[in-house]
């Protein structure tokens, strides 16, 4: 298995405009997640980026960043542009998707959603889920939930699961509910033929494009993080992670 790490991130972000390149402790957040899957060591790294000032910043800190066209409707159009760059002899067979928004991520949740596709030979997508945050998180829309078939015992017992569906709605009962982080593991074939597909009804339905992915007949597995990353979406998100990272200190 031969990773590489592929960071999309653009300006024109509806809810938090530039956000790729907020300050957070003096460091713009688009560095911040490349240090993070550096850390990793799952394989190189570089950031398919929208727009030159992103380039710029990444290059600036001594990462590798791609341009690509600024139109590109998705994350995974963007990571497959920036691989037709990095690698068009298709020398990597795994790619992972790191969204640009999680300054913090663990770089053990990055190389265990990447070791997921080595530890199980049928699965096409390696994701990652998190336990709730709290009970209001069952009923909120905003929070995307997993539905998993965890697997008992061995090697990854309960703390790997193979993905039913994906949902934004109300999840009842006992058992716990799995939020759904936005780190993907693809198999280079898998991610070549989600991006060829029309995005499906029930994507469209429930605003999930790893639903398209199911609909295909693509397994996905989910591996368990002791803990939802932080995510900026939001002005407010930003305020706190920029609150986070005074509070732990560390070289900024």
């Known amino acids: ?37 550096q850390a990793a060591g799952a394989g190189p790294v570089a950031v ?7 380039v710029e910043a990444v290059e600036q800190a001594g990462g590798r960043a791609v341009l690509t066209d600024p139109e590109l409707p998705s994350g995974s159009d963007r990571i497959l542009a920036a691989l037709a760059v990095l690698d068009p002899e298709g020398r ?30 049928d699965c096409d997508i390696a994701t990652v889920v998190a336990p709730e945050a709290s009970p209001e ?20 017992g309960g703390r790997t ?9 109300t999840l009842y009962g006992d058992h716990p509910v799995w939020r759904h982080v936005g780190i993907y593991g693809y198999r280079r074939e898998a991610l070549e033929a989600f991006n060829a597909a029309e995005p ?34 939001t002005p407010a998100d930003l305020a706190a992670a920029r609150h986070f990272v005074s ?6």
């Open 48 to 54: 398919a980026a929208g727009d030159p000032e992103i």
């Open 137 to 156: 998180d069952r009923t909120n829309p905003d929070v995307v939930k997993a539905v998993l078939s965890m697997q008992p015992g061995g090697q990854t």
């Open 247 to 252: 509070t732990i200190g560390g070289p900024q």
């Open 161 to 169: 699961g193979r993905a039913l569906y994906f949902t934004r709605s």
């Open 1 to 37: 298995m031969n990773p590489i790490v592929l960071i999309p991130a653009r300006l024109a972000a509806t809810r938090l405009p530039g956000k790729p390149l907020a300050d957070i402790g003096g460091v713009p957040m688009i560095v911040r997640v490349l240090r993070q899957a």
């Open 92 to 121: 990597h067979d795994v790619i992972v998707n790191l969204q640009g928004d999680m300054p913090f991520v663990e770089p053990d949740v990055i190389t265990a959603c990447a070791g997921l596709l080595a530890e199980i030979p």
């Open 200 to 233: 499906s009804p029930l994507e469209r339905r429930e605003k999930l494009e790893q639903l398209r992915a199911l609909e295909l007949g693509l397994s996905i597995w989910a591996t368990v993080a002791d803990a939802a990353p932080i995510s900026v979406d």
